[in-house]
């Protein structure tokens, strides 16, 4: 049935396969008997297999059993889930927290929750699909502004006038690495906002690959030294920095309480497992014991930045751990990755739609050493 239109993608170069690797997820990962030093993942500080993690999940599971049998509403939720929200309330600065069963999940069930007909979202012309699908998802009308242009955002937003207005941005962006002027929107809500008794604008932060990476761990707000307001909304993911799987949102006591009741991929699907929720909580403690896991993430970036920029690439921009290389066209982003796989490094081609520009999305983590990263300049030397 499908036959022709994936031929043709085939033609295009633009068919996408999956690989399994066959060890634990890490800066070093084997597939099909071959071992690559990978980076490919969004373990930015190499949680995804830390002994933390693992020994709370087992003890999780030995206690609570794996599956969660339903959604929190009906009898799903353990008071991990619970700790879990506590903790990630405390870490992000907020009243409350509520989790979700995955980054994608929560974009889908709590844009749709905060956004109706007669309400108006602006978006970054680059935020991630699982934004534009909760935009869509929603009844509210939608408003696409230059990628990080607070001057069209604002003139934009001269335009409109109704009863809620929402700007939604990532805060790193997945595959430019590039991070959003928040304090500038952050300064245009507040002003937007000083002349009317009740917030108008709410300003909702994308925040799944600043998690663990920005501001010492704690994100793009704790970044560019913005306290939480009862207008801002942030969502960020526990499968990257944290290493685990799942994602939240963080905002004000009664915002959260509405998308508990209103964000339906939150109502109508099953609880992660309690042993999930025991990894993301091991995971906010390691961050804030070991601010070093930090601190070397960013010596590594600095590293192949370096090396990187030094052999010519164009990074498009990158200002964080996820540094693209340019390409041109397809065929080479290929080649390129292709080329690094012979000598054993793991680094995808990203191509359309994904992106609109092809190119190699390279993510350094605190887990890889500076051999590590030696090797992948040396293998980008071509
Ligand atoms: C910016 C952003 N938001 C949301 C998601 C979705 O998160 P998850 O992988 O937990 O579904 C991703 C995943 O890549 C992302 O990059």
């Not at 709370?56 to 009898?75: W, Y």
């Not at 889930?81 to 929560?106: M, P, Q, R, V, W």
């Not at 925040?207 to 942030?234: M, N, R, Y």
Request: hydrophobic share 40%; aromatic share 6%.
């Amino acid at each position: 049935m499908f036959s022709e239109s994936l031929i043709r993608l085939k033609e295009k170069n633009l068919l996408r396969e999956i690989k399994n690797h066959n060890s634990p997820q890490g800066s070093r990962i084997s597939m099909n008997g071959k071992n690559y030093i990978n980076f490919s993942s969004n373990d930015y500080l190499g949680l995804a297999s830390q002994p933390r993690l693992i020994e709370s999940s087992r003890k999780a599971i030995e206690t609570f059993g794996f599956g969660s049998g339903a959604s929190r509403l009906l009898c799903g939720g353990s008071i991990l889930h619970d700790e879990l929200e506590k903790k990630t309330a405390e870490f992000k600065g907020t009243e409350s927290a509520l989790i979700f069963n995955s980054g994608y999940s929560a974009n889908t069930g709590i844009i749709p929750a905060i956004a109706d007909e007669g309400d108006v979202i602006f978006s970054d012309e680059l935020n991630h699909a699982s934004i534009v699908d909760g935009c869509r998802l929603s009844r509210a009308k939608k408003i696409i502004y230059r990628h990080k242009d607070i001057g069209h955002l604002s003139e934009l937003i001269k335009k409109e006038k109704v009863k809620r207005e929402i700007i939604i941005t990532d805060s790193v962006f997945s595959m430019d690495g590039d991070i959003a002027p928040l304090k500038d929107i952050y300064e245009l809500c507040l002003t937007l906002n000083s002349t009317l008794s009740i917030p108008n604008f709410l300003l909702y932060i994308d925040d799944a690959h600043g998690t663990g990476v920005l501001g010492q761990g704690k994100g793009a707000l704790a970044h560019f030294g913005i306290k939480s307001e009862p207008w801002i909304i942030q969502m960020g993911t526990f499968s990257k920095a944290l290493g685990s799987f799942g994602a939240f949102a963080a905002g004000n006591k009664d915002t959260i309480e509405w998308i508990l009741n209103t964000a339906r991929s939150f109502i109508f699907s099953t609880a992660l497992p309690s042993c999930v929720a025991a990894a993301s909580i091991a995971a906010l403690e390691v961050i804030e014991k070991e601010p070093e896991l930090v601190n070397k993430l960013w010596t590594n970036r600095e590293q192949a930045v370096h090396g990187i920029t030094k052999l010519g690439y164009d990074i498009m921009g990158s200002e964080t751990p996820i540094i693209p290389v340019r390409t041109g066209t397809v065929e080479e982003a290929l080649q390129i990755s292709q080329h690094l796989m012979e000598n054993g490094i793991l680094a995808p081609a990203i191509r359309p739609p994904s992106v609109r520009e092809p190119r190699i999305r390279i993510t350094v983590t605190a887990a890889h050493t500076a051999e590590d990263i030696e090797s992948l300049i040396k293998a980008l030397s071509l």
